[in-house]
């Protein structure tokens, strides 16, 4: 039987807790980004290191913009990466409920 766990802890491996994961994209690089939408997060997955980190959201639910990790959002349920002129941009959709 598997021992379920989750919570909000980035790391490797079975170090990992999430919850509630949605939202997955896989970018031309291989990385995957996808939400982690009770933590109100959004987080990558490096397939080599297999390290999930953290890259937007202060874990707090709320609507409020500033950098990555500043930035507050909430239930995010999809995620686009998007190449533009040499920059890449992130595009949040979330509930607002």
């Not at 491996?13 to 990385?31: I, M, N, R, T, Y």
């Not at 987080?43 to 950098?67: E, H, M, N, Q």
Request: charged share 20%.
């Amino acid at each position: 039987m598997y021992d379920l766990q989750f919570g909000d802890h980035d790391g490797t491996g079975s170090e990992v807790l999430l919850q509630h994961p949605l939202a997955v994209f896989c970018a031309k690089d291989g990385q995957i980004y996808f939400a982690d939408s009770y933590n109100h997060k959004i987080k990558k997955l490096d397939p080599a290191s297999k390290r999930v980190s953290t890259l937007a959201g202060t874990g707090k639910a709320g609507f409020k913009d500033g950098a990555a990790l500043a930035a507050q959002v909430r239930k995010i349920i999809c995620v686009l990466l998007i190449e533009f002129c040499s920059y890449w941009w992130l595009r949040i959709w979330y509930m607002l409920l």
